[in-house]
């Protein structure tokens, strides 16, 4: 019986065990220092919800929250640019090896009309696994060359090599 007990209590140990959280996000910052930002502190920056038409399929709403917040979040404020800065790029890698690059002065909201947004879920639940764990999502581009999924690291660079 006591057998009996023990194996009822690990398959309902089993039964609620929760889903598994993504890994965190790599930033690499200039001067090589490494920052992660994990899901559960994503989801208490500001956001919005943002919707992403793909070529083929269905349109996806994802909870995301403004690239330019996740880099001030990290220590990388984009509204405090000073001369210089404006010459780094955010290379943003896919698990595949797929990489796009921003300008840090485009993502300044004061700047210009683009708007690149983190998403970190979808409305009814995680991020399908062939997109996962992160994704960029750009509305303002005409092409989605790069909303790019499967996002794993950021690294800010200074393209003027100083």
């Known amino acids: 019986m006591r057998s009996l007990a023990i194996h009822l209590l690990a398959l309902a140990t089993m039964a609620v065990a929760l889903p598994a959280q993504p890994p965190a996000l790599e930033i690499q ?29 269905e349109p996806t709403l994802y909870r995301a929250t403004s690239l330019a917040t996740v880099m001030a979040a990290v220590g990388l404020p984009l ?12 290379i943003a890698e896919a698990r595949d090896g797929y ?23 979808t409305t009814s639940g995680p991020i399908a696994a062939a997109e996962a764990p992160y994704r960029l999502i750009v509305p303002t581009d005409a092409r989605l060359a790069r909303s790019i999924h499967q996002l794993v690291r950021l690294r800010v660079v200074d393209a003027a090599g100083g």
């Not at 910052?29 to 919707?51: E, K, Y």
């Not at 405090?80 to 955010?90: E, H, K």
């Not at 990489?99 to 009309?113: I, T």
Request: aromatic content about 6%; cysteine-free; proline content about 6%.
């Open 79 to 90: 509204d405090s640019l000073r001369v210089g800065r404006n010459a780094w790029t955010i």
């Open 29 to 57: 910052l200039p001067g090589q220092r490494t920052v992660s930002i994990a899901q559960a502190r994503l989801r208490t920056l500001a956001g919005d919800t943002v919707r992403l038409v793909p070529h083929h399929g």
């Open 99 to 121: 990489r796009v690059v921003f300008s840090v002065a485009e993502l300044d909201p004061k700047l210009g009309p683009s708007r690149v947004w983190l998403a970190y879920e």
